[in-house]
């Protein structure tokens, strides 16, 4: 955030884009990964050219696709999102309050910068810990691990970096009405801190929501009901996908309701 008309940013609107740009990040990032996994499983049971290191890179594509990681997310595939959802918004709260206000260049370079360090930690201790090895050597697929985890981190980084910036200051800076109209720009700004509060709201509103009817409706599967059958998924897996949906819905009508009608323009 720069130039003389953007205002710091507080603690609390720190905290409230925190939230809604961690939010959008980790779901980027889990996209990315999704997309990852699907190639990875596409080149693995792709026959390669008998040249040297085929079979090599064949093998650390199917390793990189089944291995213990793999396993025990799929076992415990909704609370590994939880988790997941949940250590992108603890890295996004870290990032607002200790490490952009150290760090210069554009929001993009920020938070690349940035997610060297859950990388890192990914590496050093989150894959050791569930069974990956140092550095996700124990995986048996080479340097993928590594580099994949880099690449996921990397999109996490510039995403979260991009967002929290935000990316609304930038196109606002840059505006050509600005230039006519003084006072515009800071009324704007305004404007969209009180959007991005207001969507910050909505997610924890709208995740507290989707988890209360989630777990009405997991309880109500769990007692016998037909509920679950109708869903065609299992109650755990609605709980989890409730919550997401509140938050993504509570984000997106948060936003808009923190918007200035045209009255107030």
Do not use: C
């Not at 085929?54 to 093998?59: D, F, G, L, Q």
Request: a neutral charge; hydrophobic letters at 55%.
């Amino acid at each position: 955030m720069s130039g003389p008309e953007v205002q710091m940013v507080g603690k609390q609107q720190r905290l409230a884009r925190a939230i809604v740009s961690g939010f959008a990040a980790t779901a980027v990032m889990l996209f990315a990964f999704i997309g990852a996994y699907g190639i990875a499983l596409a080149v693995a049971g792709v026959e390669l050219a008998d040249r040297r290191f085929a079979e090599t890179y064949r093998v650390w594509f199917h390793n990189l696709a089944n291995n213990p990681i793999i396993d025990l997310a799929r076992d415990n595939l909704y609370l590994a999102l939880a988790l997941h959802l949940f250590a992108g918004l603890l890295w996004a709260v870290v990032y607002a309050y200790y490490v952009e206000p150290r760090l210069s260049g554009p929001g993009w370079r920020r938070g690349v910068v940035f997610s060297i360090v859950p990388w890192l930690l990914s590496l050093l201790v989150f894959f050791p810990l569930v069974g990956g090895g140092f550095l996700g050597f124990g995986i048996g697929a080479g340097p993928l691990p590594m580099i994949g985890n880099l690449v996921l981190h990397l999109v996490y980084g510039a995403t979260l970096g991009l967002l929290y910036g935000p990316f609304g200051d930038v196109v606002m800076e840059g505006a050509p009405h600005a230039h006519y109209a003084p006072y515009s720009a800071e009324a704007e700004t305004q404007a969209m801190q009180l959007s991005e509060a207001m969507a910050a709201r909505g997610i924890v509103v709208g995740v507290a929501v989707g988890l209360a009817v989630g777990l009405v409706v997991a309880l109500l599967a769990s007692a016998g009901s037909s509920v679950a059958l109708v869903l065609g998924i299992s109650p755990l897996a609605f709980v989890v996908a409730s919550a997401i949906l509140g938050g993504a819905l509570g984000g997106l009508v948060g936003s808009l309701a923190g918007l200035p009608s045209s009255g107030q323009a």
